[in-house]
């Protein structure tokens, strides 16, 4: 068990519409990093939150969006959803920015669009 | 562009027969390369930080070693639980881009 909780595992949902996926990070972990996971992408990092704020951002489309709040838990918004966008979503935590300690994953959601 | 590939893509060992995965990356300096371990419908389990060229690290069968352009793991008489998908990530020296390997699918035959 790394300690990093994401809810809810799956989700089914339809194209055009809105989700939100959450997560809470390991006791202690500052950091909260949100990649997507598809078959033919790989796992893609999507973007990066400190103590609230973000730090950094990579392959996010403009259509998504996070957020992560005072208690340090993290919510990423998908919305106007596409079939692209049927993936796992894994979040990951770690104590500090994208330094050198390892990054401890979450078990993902898995997002289906139909 | 920063970028990881792995090699190879699939590999099919028999019990106690020793092989090795490989990591090339090519990243804007090198801050560490991270190997990961994932289980089907499971999220990535960290196995190892490698931080400069000539570094090693070890835990039960698997080492992990560096170079200045790749990474190789290697597993000493593998068993059947050793069978996931082994994933690689490079980060560069300014710590902000994380990039990730396609894997390596490992399975393990009684």
């Known amino acids: 068990d790394s300690g990093v909780t994401q809810t809810p595992k799956h989700l089914i949902t339809a194209t055009g519409q809105r989700v939100t996926l959450r997560c809470s990070p390991r006791?202690?972990?500052?950091?909260v990093y949100w990649y997507q996971q598809s078959l033919d992408q790989g796992l893609q990092f999507l973007i990066q939150y400190y103590n609230g704020e973000e730090r950094a951002k990579g392959n996010i489309l403009e259509r998504f969006s996070a957020q992560q709040f005072p208690d340090l838990h993290s919510e990423l918004n998908l919305s106007s959803l596409e079939l692209g966008d049927s993936a796992l979503y894994f979040c990951?935590?770690?104590?500090?920015?994208?330094?050198?300690?390892?990054?401890?994953f979450g078990d993902g959601t898995r997002l289906s669009i139909l | 562009e920063d970028q990881v590939t792995q090699s190879p893509e699939a590999l099919r060992l028999q019990e106690g027969e020793s092989s090795s995965l490989n990591c090339s990356y090519t990243?804007?300096?090198?801050?560490?390369l991270f190997w990961y371990r994932q289980d089907p419908g499971k999220g990535p389990e960290f196995l190892f930080t490698?931080?400069?060229a000539g570094e090693e690290k070890e835990k039960e069968r698997l080492k992990a070693t560096l170079t200045k352009k790749e990474s190789f793991l290697h597993i000493t008489a593998p068993k059947p639980e050793d069978s996931a998908t082994y994933l690689c990530a490079a980060l560069d020296n300014y710590g902000q881009n994380f990039v990730f390997g396609p894997g390596t699918r490992l399975s393990v035959l009684p």
């Open positions: 990951a935590s770690s104590g500090q920015g994208f330094s050198n300690q390892p990054q401890h």
């Open positions: 990243v804007s300096g090198l801050r560490g």
């Open positions: 006791s202690g972990d500052l950091s």
């Open positions: 490698l931080y400069s």
